[in-house]
């Protein structure tokens, strides 16, 4: 069965320094999505991609993050200087078609540690 | 904005007990809802949705009515097993049809089931 896959499992940085997050979406899928929590809080929305470009992001996602799809596969998050309070777990998703009423595929997520 | 709130947790149960866990949501329109489930080591997998008023999901002994009247989406099963134990999250998709259709989630209830 076709999965969504994300690397690293876990990350470990330093404040400051960038680090790229990257999810497989699963083949057919159109939308694409990155959400995270923050160790005992919800799962918060970042944002969504389609048709190479940002359809929707939320008020965390500022100018520090950024999104790609670099190759027709891979799926990207990158946190230009990480700080403190962006260690979370960061779960990718994606969808194959428009309309609320069609699943999202998460992946397992990566869990961001800055230190 | 949209919310969704759900009951205090964790909640730790014995075997082939009765399970409740509540959810309660905010929003404008009329959006989909939806249970994950989200075992140990494993991405947010869905569980059941519903997409209007008074749809009922179900998957795996699982339901869930969407009750437009009280804003609520309770996911109810008759006789929990050990393997049920995991993280469940209740979210909301508004009722756009755009390609963003971000989720909403609650904060999760962990849920344990003792043999």
């Known amino acids: 069965e076709p999965e969504v896959t994300q690397t690293p499992s876990h990350q470990v940085t330093q404040m400051g320094q960038e680090v790229i997050l990257r999810c497989v979406p699963i083949?057919?899928?159109?939308?694409f999505y990155w959400y995270r929590q923050i160790l005992g809080q919800k799962v918060e929305f970042l944002v969504s991609?389609?048709?190479?470009?940002?359809?929707?992001k939320s008020e965390i996602f500022d100018d520090q993050f950024s999104v790609e799809r670099p190759d027709g596969s891979n799926f990207t998050l990158k946190i230009r200087s990480t700080k403190l309070e962006d260690s979370a777990m960061y779960f990718c998703?994606?969808?194959?078609?428009?309309?609320?009423?069609?699943?999202?595929?998460f992946g397992p997520g990566t869990r961001l540690t800055v230190l | 904005g949209n919310s969704v709130t759900q009951m205090e947790g964790p909640v730790t149960l014995s075997e082939e007990a009765f399970l409740t866990i509540n959810c309660t949501y905010t929003?404008?329109?009329?959006?989909?809802l939806f249970w994950y489930v989200q075992y140990p080591g494993e991405g947010l997998q869905l569980l059941l949705k519903?997409?209007?008023?008074?749809d009922k999901g179900s998957n795996k002994g699982f339901e869930a009515t969407y009750r437009k009247e009280t804003t609520s989406f309770h996911l109810e099963k008759g006789s929990v097993q050990v393997s049920d134990s995991a993280v469940y999250f209740c979210?909301?998709?508004?009722?756009?049809?755009?390609?963003?259709?971000?989720?909403?989630f609650g904060e999760g209830t962990q849920l344990t089931v003792n043999p």
């Open positions: 991609f389609y048709n190479n470009e940002i359809s929707e």
């Open positions: 519903a997409t209007k008023a008074d």
């Open positions: 979210a909301l998709s508004d009722s756009k049809e755009t390609s963003g259709s971000r989720l909403t």
């Open positions: 998703a994606s969808r194959q078609l428009a309309g609320v009423t069609n699943e999202q595929f």
């Open positions: 929003a404008t329109g009329y959006p989909s």
């Open positions: 083949s057919n899928h159109l939308y």
